[in-house]
DNA sequence: AGCGGTTAGTTCAAATTCGAACAAGCATAG
DNA sequence: CTATGCTTGTTCGAATTTGAACTAACCGCT
């Protein structure tokens, strides 16, 4: 192995905001999201995905897929949603084996109902903190960091299949939930001194 | 309730890939600690804190609310690492009640070990992909987002008590182990179209 | 000293997540 | 058509995490 290349200060500084933020946020946007509407972020998070979809439908594994989740994770969660009725599940017509999580029409008031609280609280802690520069960074580094990561050879929950389908299931980037339907310091170092979080 | 101001393309899309970035380093940093040193990130993160803290230890409570965890979620993974031999509890000598969790010669060496790996990840993945100014930007979003969320009233998590003592546990910042010892698009939007992650 | 209100840590039950193991259904090469 | 191999979604057990409840210990006052 090469001599370890320590992050320096202002990388140390960086990382060290990106993980002190990630996590602050994700507990408030937890937090918001369990007060306004009893719904985990997890859930939301189907929720809003399955609302961007054609048909407001989805394969389970591609869903996982999209949203980063074990096949499991997701089993478990849609089955919470089947039960508040936000969520049905639909046998695929093409493959057998297949099921489909469709967002039922209560599902989709409940995520319109939640969203604005949710919509809040991201403003409130970070959009409306940022400089439009700074947004336009932000989406720049974290896309460069998602490609990069997507790239590279998956983990357990990547599913490395042949390239999935390029026609129907495109990520909806941002359209509406449209289908109407160290050492730290410097480099000097050579002690594990500081470490990033 | 105002309007609802919805996120526009820049701002969605720049969340959009927040979310996706976290979820999918996360689950790379997970990997990476898991197979390298058994480690959990929790785990890592509890040892990384430790080692620049001033005499290598920290009181329970302030731990936890550093690593922004649980103090129960705490008390569980402190056990771990105690049974692994990485971190031992020490009675504070000040206050009765108090725990000092403090991180065992091996705990170092184990960090010293695992340290390396970590860092080639969030290189690998972050770090790396980004200009200095990228970096820099990062830095100044994720501190402005974390001031806004330490600031606001506090989650269950926080603990509103009279300020920390300003001496001794200043957080480390950067030094090394020093211490030897919807309707998306723009804003026009009324209908909750696409809502964020 | 004795009280009432806080704070520190732990314990406990409930919820969640993941990976491994499975049962079934495709799909491709013979 | 059929043997083989991959895919799909679920089930199961183990590990984690959180909030509420609880015990012990501080703190400021009387």
Avoid at 28 to 50: C, M, N, P, Y
Avoid at 96 to 111: H, I, K, P, S
Avoid at 122 to 141: N, Y
């Amino acid at each position: 192995m090469s001599e370890t290349r320590w992050l320096n200060e202002a990388e140390m500084a960086a990382w060290m905001a990106y993980v002190a933020a990630t996590h602050l946020l994700e507990r408030r946007v937890e937090d918001q999201l369990k007060a306004d509407s009893g719904l985990t972020h997890a859930q939301f998070e189907i929720l809003a995905k399955l609302s961007a979809c054609p048909g407001r439908q989805l394969r389970m594994t591609e869903l996982a897929h999209r949203l980063i989740v074990s096949k499991s994770g997701l089993t478990y969660q849609i089955g919470q949603l089947e039960r508040k009725g936000l969520v049905a599940r639909e046998s695929c017509p093409s493959d057998e084996r297949g099921v489909l999580a469709v967002l039922t029409e209560q599902g989709m008031r409940c995520l319109e109902r939640t969203a604005p609280g949710h919509v809040a609280v991201v403003r409130a802690f970070l959009i409306d903190r940022l400089t439009p520069e700074e947004i336009e960074a932000m989406r720049q580094i974290m896309t460069k960091a998602t490609a990069a990561m997507e790239a590279a050879l998956p983990g357990p929950l990547r599913d490395p299949g042949p390239g999935r389908e390029p026609g129907a299931g495109s990520d909806p980037g941002t359209g509406p939930g449209s289908s109407r339907e160290a050492g730290p310091g410097s480099d000097r170092g050579t002690g594990p001194g500081e470490v990033p979080g």
